[in-house]
């Protein structure tokens, strides 16, 4: 009778697999898990306002280099008093301009708290060796934002030049500033969204949804659709942009593979 009592405790804890979830001593209800939820996402913004103070600081430069991709030639540039200048159409437009553009640089400077605060709301629910990936999950994200940013920033040309060039024939192509930077800015956070594939994938694999090898089984489907995403997402019939966009998305394909295998799944 005594052993029997005494057995369960025979068992040594370090046998427990490293995958079984930890024991925390206590379970969130719905109430404290939204309230997490509103900490998490208070943090976050208050992450974007400081980046976009940042930003809003270092405007003119930030909009100088913006202006980058636009043609030479195009009607809307103006070289008075030695820079480029784009029209504006209100008297409150300049500041809403600085406004768009300072939010949307904002998000890119706070990505790395974003990733990192919506690691730690999914954290709780993972394994211990899962949690261990926080670190290079968030570097990892940082690193394709910033990729996806670059290679938004060098097609961005291409379309913004055909669609300009589209209808010279016919119209007197007016782009204000309004139209033109926040085009640039919100097409730019697209790319870096975009290019977060690998990160999306990999959370799926964590919880079971897909594997490495269901990824490998279907790459010629899903390298097919991604090819044909490329085409459609792009604002411009230049065959540049379909082309960089599709060899992007290939390459976070087997990123995704390759993240997918690291982690164990």
Not at 41 to 70: D, E, H, K, N, W
Not at 104 to 113: E, K, L, Q, T
Not at 148 to 156: D, E, M, N, Q, S
Request: hydrophobic fraction near 55%; aromatic fraction near 12%; glycine fraction near 6%.
């Amino acid at each position: 009778m005594a052993s029997k009592i005494k057995w369960p405790r025979a068992t040594p804890p370090q046998t427990i697999s490293a995958d079984e979830p930890e024991d925390d001593g206590a379970t969130m209800t719905l109430v404290e898990h939204l309230e997490e939820l509103r900490h998490r996402l208070m943090i976050a913004a208050l992450a974007v306002v400081v980046g976009s103070i940042i930003a809003f600081i270092f405007r003119q430069q930030i909009l100088q280099f913006l202006l980058t991709p636009l043609p030479a030639d195009a009607e809307a540039l103006s070289h008075a008093g030695g820079s480029p200048k784009l029209a504006v159409t209100g008297v409150a437009e300049a500041f809403t301009v600085y406004l768009k553009v300072s939010i949307a640089v904002g998000i890119i400077v706070a990505s790395p708290v974003i990733l990192y605060e919506l690691w730690a709301f999914i954290a709780p629910g993972l394994t211990r060796r899962e949690r261990h990936y926080a670190g290079p999950f968030v570097l990892i994200g940082l690193v394709l934002f910033i990729a996806g940013i670059a290679v938004g920033f060098l097609v961005l040309r291409y379309p913004v030049n055909w669609l300009i060039d589209f209808g010279k024939a016919n119209f007197l192509e007016l782009v204000t500033a309004d139209n033109y930077f926040s085009f640039v800015a919100f097409f730019l956070v697209a790319f870096g969204i975009t290019f977060e594939l690998p990160l999306v994938l990999t959370f799926l694999s964590q919880i079971g949804v897909l594997s490495s090898q269901t990824l490998r089984k279907k790459r010629p489907f899903a390298l097919v659709i991604l090819w044909l995403i490329s085409g459609f997402i792009t604002p411009g019939a230049d065959p540049y942009s379909p082309v960089i966009i599709g060899i992007s998305l290939t390459i976070l394909y087997e990123l995704s593979v390759l993240l997918i295998r690291f982690t164990g799944k």
